[in-house]
Nanobody
């Protein structure tokens, strides 16, 4: 089991930056593939970015490519999402997710593939 706690959300003007942090508690964080998802009001929860266990593979949805960077520090049981050049359409609740993975290099993009979720952190980008 793993518990996830997100932090770092807030209100920022368009063009600004935020860094989201997901702290994981429990055992063997390095056995979990991780992901960041977001859900805007009235919309489905969507995959933003994911990272493999060994951090060797990542994925970004098209709308954030070149602006967001996912990373992880297995020694600190933490995954990050650096968000630059934020736009109003990035406004959403951002969720951290985890799933155990036998492969160190595989990434997972579907919401249904994740077993553990944080409570979410609100990101609001004003125009």
């Amino acid at each position: 089991q793993v518990q996830l706690v997100e932090s770092g959300g807030g209100l920022v003007q368009a063009g600004g930056s935020l860094r989201l942090t997901c702290a994981a508690s429990g055992r063997a964080f390095n056995m979990y593939a991780m992901g960041w998802f977001r859900q805007a009001p009235g919309k489905e929860r969507e995959c933003v970015s994911v990272i493999s266990r060994n951090a060797g593979n990542t994925y970004y949805t098209d709308s954030v490519k070149g602006r967001f960077t996912i990373s992880r520090d297995n020694a600190k049981n933490t995954v990050y999402l650096q968000m630059n050049s934020l736009q109003p359409e990035d406004t959403a609740v951002y969720y951290c997710a985890a799933r155990a993975a036998t492969s160190g290099t595989r990434t997972f993009r579907r919401r249904s593939e994740y077993d553990y979720w944080g409570q979410g952190t609100q990101v609001t980008v004003s125009s």
